[in-house]
Nanobody, 126 residues
Framework: QVQLVESGGGLAQAGGSLRLSCAASGRTFNTYTVGWFRQAPGRERDFVAA????????YYADSVKGRFTISRDNAKSTVYLQMNSLKPEDTAVYYC???????????????????WGQGTQVTVSS
């Protein structure tokens, strides 16, 4: 397993942008599929986006498709989530998660990931 640390959260206005980073430890990061999830108060942890270990496939929740972009830099052991056209409903704690060789087809389930970061707060004001 890898250890993950998120950064880049903060306060943004509606229509604005933020970029989250997920930095991982370990030398085998390029074998891990990485996902982003978010959790608002009183709600379940929801899938946002994922990128496969080979970086050949990405997958997005319908609610963020066309606004958010996930990417990875294996040389830096980091995955990014570029969030544009932010909406107040994007407000949540954002978590990154990683699982070795996880198929992109099953990334929506949090239970399929064993490594998690501590989360970073994103607040979007209207």
């Amino acid at each position: 397993q890898v250890q993950l640390v998120e950064s880049g959260g903060g306060l943004a206005q509606a229509g604005g942008s933020l970029r989250l980073s997920c930095a991982a430890s370990g030398r085998t990061f390029n074998t891990y599929t990485v996902g982003w999830f978010r959790q608002a108060p009183g709600r379940e942890r929801d899938f946002v986006a994922a990128i496969s270990w080979s970086a050949g496939n990405t997958y997005y929740a319908d609610s963020v498709k066309g606004r958010f972009t996930i990417s990875r830099d294996n040389a830096k052991s980091t995955v990014y989530l570029q969030m544009n056209s932010l909406k107040p409903e994007d407000t949540a704690v954002y978590y990154c998660a990683a699982e070795q060789f996880l198929r992109i087809g099953i990334v929506q389930q949090p239970a399929n990931f064993r490594s998690w970061g501590q989360g970073t707060q994103v607040t979007v004001s209207s």
